[in-house]
């Protein structure tokens, strides 16, 4: 059984014999603040959550979701927090700070998605397994690299990269965050190598012996035999995390979707009000009646539909408290909520699926993806394997330092372009494709 006083720690990975000093912001609101103002989560501003950037239409982009997904986190941590207290009043951390770890990892959860979304994750893979980068692979795994952390590229694993890494001229321990805050954001908590879960994992096997490290500290539970890949289970705030992902993008993307005329006005309204129980629809009723703008409208029910989805996650997660504690929760608090919220959203989904994640102006995103990832990852694999060329060295000039292109074996070579491609945004990558193609060239 997992224990509340081992799972919030104030260690610092990478400064470990730091000792906490006496100021007016805890650790877990340091890191925040750190993450906040950091160069990867500002450049989320421009990387694509679901729809086009940019439009005549405002829709949420990876960085306006993040700060949303962390409103929601600090919401579902808190009074979770007050409640684990209660429960457990011997407990040294404060309610806050169960709030300041969710909505930390709530702001960095997304940061390392490649651009153009998910379908960027996607066109990673491909290129790796239908495409020109399937060449590699026996290579890779002749020199005792893992092949799957490729073949399954997955940003949940690059988000715990970017910020526990120490790329070149940068400090060890990456951002340094708290074991707490970089423990909740990892959703999958097992290598690429572990089987029967789909494609999903948590850490390349470049991070497998840090996030053990943070596992065994925080006394997290060892779910594999000894000798066996490293599979655990989730340190029980990454169930917060996940909550408040699950509810914002959902519920955000159907109003961005109703924004932009894929959904209409009457079926976002019926979909929304399908969380309200019979009170609340009668209240609903009677606000919408007095509010005549279509947006406002649509804006009112949205809230009512995450409140009620909020009250739900902290139910669930308090219910199942005990499970979750002792590895034996399977799945999400969605999946487990009560009948009115958990089938409300399920129907949600089923449509969100049908008509908005494979809508027209998503699809084209994927296109354009696939064709700018082949020629990244061709040409950042290439450059490496022949330094001395021309062509390779004004490549290298134009990589920005931290990013290590002199790695020895062809696995850290692919991590390395990696590395650099999944920090571009979607501008900077259309960009750079742009001008290496020859397709734009800076006016002369």
Excluded at 120 to 139: D, L, P
Excluded at 176 to 198: E, F, N
Excluded at 220 to 243: C, D, F, M, Q, T
Excluded at 334 to 359: G, Q
Aim: proline fraction near 3%; include cysteine.
């Amino acid at each position: 059984m997992m224990q509340w006083d081992r799972l919030i720690s104030d260690q610092r990975f990478g400064l470990e014999s730091y000792s906490p000093k006496q100021v007016t912001r805890t650790d877990f609101q340091r890191d925040y603040d750190r993450l906040i103002f950091s160069p990867p989560f500002r450049r989320l501003q421009n990387k694509t959550q679901v729809f086009p950037l940019p439009g005549k239409v405002f829709v949420h982009n990876r960085l306006t979701h993040s700060l949303e997904v962390s409103c929601i986190g600090r919401s579902l941590g808190t009074q979770v927090g007050r409640s684990v207290r209660e429960r457990y009043p011997d407990l040294w951390a404060d309610h806050a700070d169960f709030g300041a770890i969710v909505s930390a990892a709530c702001l960095a959860h997304d940061m390392g998605n490649p651009p153009f979304g998910h379908s960027g994750e996607r066109a990673i893979s491909a290129y790796f397994t239908e495409g020109k980068g399937r060449r590699w692979e026996q290579q890779v795994r002749d020199e005792g690299g893992r092949w799957e952390d490729f073949a399954n590229f997955e940003g949940n694993a690059n988000a715990l990269r970017l910020l526990t890494h120490a790329f070149k001229g940068r400090r060890e321990g990456g951002f340094v965050l708290t074991y707490s805050t970089l423990a909740s954001i990892v959703k999958y908590p097992y290598t690429s190598l572990h089987k029967g879960v789909g494609s999903k994992f948590g850490f390349f096997a470049t991070e497998e012996e840090s996030y053990a490290r943070i596992a065994e500290h925080l006394g997290i539970i060892k779910l594999s035999e000894e000798g066996a890949p490293g599979v655990y289970a989730r340190h029980p705030l990454v169930y917060l995390v996940e909550a408040a992902d699950d509810i914002c993008y959902l519920i955000m993307d159907l109003e961005d979707a109703f924004k932009l005329k894929i959904i209409t006005k009457e079926d976002c309204i019926a979909l929304l009000l399908n969380f309200l129980t019979e009170e609340e629809r009668d209240t609903a009723e009677q606000v919408l009646d007095k509010v005549k703008d279509d947006n406002e409208q649509v804006a009112y029910l949205r809230s009512k539909a995450i409140g009620r989805l909020v009250d739900a996650a902290i139910y669930t997660f308090l219910q199942h408290e005990e499970d979750i504690l002792a590895g034996r929760f399977k799945g999400s608090l969605v999946e487990a909520m009560p009948a009115r919220e958990h089938d409300a959203y399920t129907t949600l989904r089923r449509l969100s699926f049908d008509k908005i994640y494979y809508a027209k102006e998503v699809l084209d995103i994927e296109f354009a993806g696939f064709r700018i990832f082949e020629y990244l990852l061709d040409t950042l694999i290439e450059i490496q394997l022949k330094p001395d060329n021309a062509y390779s060295q004004l490549w290298f000039n134009r990589i920005p330092q931290q990013y290590d292109m002199q790695q020895e074996s062809l696995y850290h070579k692919i991590q390395a372009a990696l590395d650099y491609i999944s920090g571009m945004t979607d501008v900077y990558a259309l960009d750079l494709y742009r001008k290496f193609t020859g397709m734009s060239l800076p006016a002369i």
